[in-house]
């Protein structure tokens, strides 16, 4: 459980905050996904690294912003985000992008937005 | 449209007894990857199982197998001998080439003592 790392693990902040979510991978891995997790509802990929170079971007709003320094690295920095968006963030990585790859899961972050 | 569907939003067993979670998706794809995953209550995500499209032998990993029934786009999860610690969402799980991974939307499984 501890192949991938997301801090912090609980997060609340207001409509007009700025945070930033950070993902961390200690498996060599070469690809890195961002996914949110609402209630009832099936996980949504939100963006996908691979080489530190952003490879998809699933129509996300403006206000989730990704960064990939290096390939142990990611980071989701929020600002002016709206209720709708609270909900539980995962980070995933896998060896590489492609379809046979599986995908490690880091714990997540659950974020409120009040 | 949805991809993959979990019709059974809970289940329950009974400890050390069987229970099928279903799963079904819907492609026109021949080759293509099929995963089980399980979230325990505040605890990551892991991969429980995986099927590959083109192989017609279930998956099997100790006490957890599949039902892959291509024809019928179906991808049903059999955990037998059930255990305290089997309580967990299950999700299943669906992609093709390298575009993104598609999620149901999970099924939550107790079980009793």
């Known amino acids: 459980e501890t192949g991938v790392t997301q801090t912090p693990r609980h997060l609340v902040m207001g409509m007009t905050n700025k945070k930033s979510l950070k993902c961390e991978q200690h498996?060599?891995?070469?690809?890195m996904y961002w996914y949110k997790q609402s209630a009832k509802k099936p996980l949504e990929l939100m963006f996908v690294?691979?080489?530190?170079?952003?490879?998809e971007n699933n129509s996300v709003p403006s206000r989730f912003s990704p960064e990939c320094p290096n390939s142990s690295h990611l980071f989701l920095h929020l600002h002016t985000l709206q209720p709708e968006d609270s909900a539980l963030y995962l980070c995933?990585?896998?060896?590489?992008?492609?379809?046979?790859?599986?995908?490690?899961f880091g714990p997540g972050t659950r974020l409120l937005v009040l | 449209a949805q991809t993959v569907t979990q019709s059974q939003p809970e289940m329950s067993v009974q400890e050390a007894e069987t229970v099928t979670l279903s799963c079904t998706y819907d492609?026109?794809?021949?080759?293509?990857?099929l995963f089980w995953y399980k979230q325990p209550p505040s605890r990551q995500m892991i991969l429980v199982i995986r099927?590959?499209?083109?192989?017609?032998q279930n998956a099997t990993e100790n006490r957890f197998s599949v039902n892959f029934q291509k024809a019928a786009k179906s991808f049903s999860l059999k955990i037998s001998d059930s255990q305290l610690g089997d309580a967990a969402m299950y999700f299943c799980?669906?992609?093709?080439?390298?575009?993104?991974?598609?999620f149901g939307a999970g099924t939550r499984l107790t079980v009793k003592p």
């Open positions: 995933a990585s896998s060896l590489g992008r492609g379809y046979q790859e599986t995908q490690y």
């Open positions: 498996l060599g891995h070469n690809a």
């Open positions: 690294y691979s080489l530190e170079e952003r490879v």
């Open positions: 492609t026109s794809e021949s080759d293509y990857y």
């Open positions: 099927q590959e499209a083109y192989k017609q």
């Open positions: 799980a669906y992609r093709r080439n390298n575009n993104d991974m598609r």
